[in-house]
Nanobody, 120 residues
Framework: QVQLVESGGGLVQPGQSLTLSCVAS????????MGWYRQAPGKERELVAT???????NYADSVKGRFTISRTNGKNAVLLQMDSLKPEDTAVYYC??????????????WGPGTQVTVSS
């Protein structure tokens, strides 16, 4: 199985920055993609940013220009640098990876989530 450990959430004021970190461990044969999703109270979980094994990026329109996702070379880890945070960024942020655990078996794996609160 695959385990994801997230860190870096917290309470910040509007306009400030936070960096989220996620490290994957376990029986990863091949990682297809890794990234972040978020879920605000009363809303559905939505994509924030992902990076795939080919180095391609995908960002939600609402975070483009403010958030940057990066992958640690040689490690199954990603960082999400969040700048110019807004109150509407408040949510539980979940790390996700779509990975093969054998040559033919794959799945979507999730971390437990980390709370990000943007408030004055």
């Amino acid at each position: 199985q695959v385990q994801l450990v997230e860190s870096g959430g917290g309470l910040v004021q509007p306009g400030q920055s936070l960096t989220l970190s996620c490290v994957a461990s376990g029986s990863i044969f091949h990682m297809v993609a890794m990234g972040w999703y978020r879920q605000a109270p009363g809303k559905e979980r939505e994509l924030v940013a992902t990076i795939n094994s080919g180095g391609g990026y995908n960002y939600a329109d609402s975070v483009k220009g403010r958030f940057t996702i990066s992958r640690t070379n040689g490690k199954n880890a990603v960082l999400l640098q969040m700048d110019s945070l807004k109150p509407e960024d408040t949510a539980v942020y979940y790390c996700n990876t779509r990975s093969y655990i054998t040559a033919v078996e794959w799945g979507d794996y999730w971390g437990p989530g980390t709370q990000v609160t943007v408030s004055s």
